[in-house]
């Protein structure tokens, strides 16, 4: 089965902090993508990737950028954390646009403070 | 732009019944695939099933069916003989098919579907 971690399970940082969120994934898939999760709005795209040192960004960019300089790790930051980024995210890989089936990592719930 | 709608933000139902979750969805786009995930309250979420645009028959894997209805624009996941265990919030999301194959997926806000003994 293909695994996805990410680094942190519960995550807290302060207003203003430069945050780096790791995402690795070991069966060589070639898309990787950023979510971040709300109650009440569901899972919202942030930055996805479909090759190394590729980025798109998705529905809700703002005030988050992603690094991707090798194929099984894609990194979401927050330049400048603020409180409205506290939320769960979720990271996701594919194998290929040809293939249906997205898997998920665990999730990292974020609070700024 | 694409956009999933789930108008269900919670149901209970007795275990052993059958289940039928609402998804609607609206879209420009002539290819695309309807997928349904699950996500206990651990956290992760769990791919249950996958119709694609084109696909003449409804999707089935296990106790899950996809109920297509083309023309509606709807994709209910139906969940046979429910168990304790389907406890969980549950997401509807669609994506485009391009040239290159699926494209970004786009989620519902999603069903928590309690399962009384």
């Known amino acids: 089965d293909v695994k996805v971690t990410q680094s942190s399970r519960y995550l807290v940082k302060r207003t203003g902090e430069k945050v780096f969120l790791e995402c690795v994934q070991d069966?060589?898939?070639?898309?990787m993508f950023w979510y971040r999760q709300d109650p009440g709005l569901g899972l919202r795209l942030i930055y996805f990737?479909?090759?190394?040192?590729?980025?798109e960004k998705g529905d809700i960019p703002e005030g988050y950028s992603v690094s991707r300089e090798k194929k099984e790790r894609f990194s979401l930051i927050l330049e400048s954390a603020s409180t409205n980024q506290t939320s769960m995210y979720l990271c996701?890989?594919?194998?290929?646009?040809?293939?249906?089936?997205?898997?998920f990592g665990p999730g990292t719930r974020l609070t700024v403070t | 732009a694409q956009k999933i709608t789930q108008t269900q933000p919670g149901m209970f139902v007795q275990e052993k019944e059958a289940v039928t979750l609402d998804c609607t969805y609206d879209t420009s786009d002539p290819s695309y695939g309807l997928f349904w995930y699950k996500q206990p309250s651990s956290g992760e979420m769990i791919f249950l099933i996958y119709?694609?645009?084109?696909?003449?028959q409804n999707a089935t894997e296990g106790r899950y069916s996809l109920n297509f209805q083309k023309a509606r624009k709807s994709a209910n996941l139906v969940i046979s003989a429910s168990q304790l265990g389907d406890s969980a919030m549950y997401f509807c999301?669609?994506?485009?098919?391009?040239?290159?194959?699926?494209?970004?997926?786009?989620f519902g806000t999603g069903t928590r579907l309690t399962i009384i003994p």
């Open positions: 996701a890989s594919s194998f290929s646009r040809s293939v249906v089936r997205m898997d």
């Open positions: 990737s479909y090759d190394v040192k590729m980025k």
């Open positions: 119709q694609g645009s084109y696909d003449q």
């Open positions: 069966m060589d898939h070639e898309n």
């Open positions: 999301a669609m994506s485009r098919i391009s040239n290159f194959g699926n494209e970004k997926l786009t």
